[in-house]
């Protein structure tokens, strides 16, 4: 994808190859969803906090309304954060760790497989709330809209 962080190409990539494993239509990277996936995972990351809920009290709802993206339904959003020091059991330098998480758990996988057409991805490094050192902050969030919006493109 022309630039747009090569992290976030192959995470889209990733979202797709399993929904459509799942029968599922592929989602389309927004620059607005986008945007608040990684401002959350950035606030995620300068806390040491994995949570949906912001720094201010925002909800993913809040976070993706904020950006002006025209919002019909959605609000879904998928959270993690993993270690980045070498030998870690999965890789969260890359979003193939996140994904195992994800597609191993209900909630997580159901929004995987949600009617939403937009996705924002995020991500940002920063402290660990457990003992590592630095771990990678993991956002998805997954939204529709009633109005014409642009995909980001290859």
Aim: glycine share 10%.
């Amino acid at each position: 994808m022309k630039g747009v962080d090569p992290r976030l190409a192959e995470g889209l990539k990733l979202v797709n190859d399993f929904r459509a494993q799942n029968g599922r239509a592929p989602l389309c990277l927004e620059q607005r969803m986008v945007n608040a996936a990684m401002l959350h995972s950035q606030d995620m990351a300068r806390r040491r906090v994995m949570s949906h809920i912001g720094s201010d009290g925002s909800s993913p709802v809040d976070r993706i309304r904020r950006t002006g993206f025209p919002m019909s339904i959605g609000g879904a959003e998928n959270v993690v954060h993993g270690s980045l020091a070498p030998g870690s059991t999965l890789d969260f330098v890359r979003m193939t760790g996140p994904m195992s998480m994800w597609v191993n758990s209900v909630p997580h996988r159901e929004n995987l497989l949600t009617n939403a057409q937009f996705l924002g991805i995020g991500v940002a490094n920063g402290g660990c709330s457990f003992g590592s050192d630095q771990c990678a902050y993991w956002t998805l969030n997954f939204a529709s809209s009633a109005q014409p919006v642009q995909c980001l493109t290859v």
